[in-house]
């Protein structure tokens, strides 16, 4: 008998390595399909952080100016009380005047009587 050549095992080894590259080239295509999809990731990442400084900031700046504003009505407050306290004070003694200057037009006119 003759030595007999097998020839679809050359196929199957080529067929094989067909596949394999294949593989490997949906592999590489999904590889750089993931790292663009990565960039794009951290760059959103980037903006966010940004933005959130941003953020931040003005949470920072809104704060104090809040802070300023309480002062402010504080003072404001306490000198409303305080005008208040003297207008008072001023019609009380209006008041005092208005009743003593009463007092003596009255005792004026029982005197001429």
Do not use: F
Request: aromatic fraction near 2%; charged fraction near 40%.
């Amino acid at each position: 008998m003759a030595p007999s050549i097998a020839v679809p095992a050359v196929q199957n080894h080529r067929s094989a390595a067909a596949k394999t590259v294949a593989e490997e080239e949906v592999l590489r295509r999904r590889n750089e399909e993931l790292e663009r999809e990565l960039k794009r990731s951290l760059e959103r990442e980037e903006k966010m952080k940004m933005e959130l400084q941003r953020t931040w900031e003005r949470l920072r700046v809104a704060d104090e100016a809040e802070e300023r504003l309480c002062s402010q009505l504080g003072e404001l407050e306490a000198e409303a009380v305080d005008q208040a306290r003297a207008y008072r004070e001023r019609l009380v003694m209006l008041m005092e005047q208005l009743s003593a200057a009463q007092k003596i037009i009255e005792s004026a006119t029982v005197q001429r009587s």
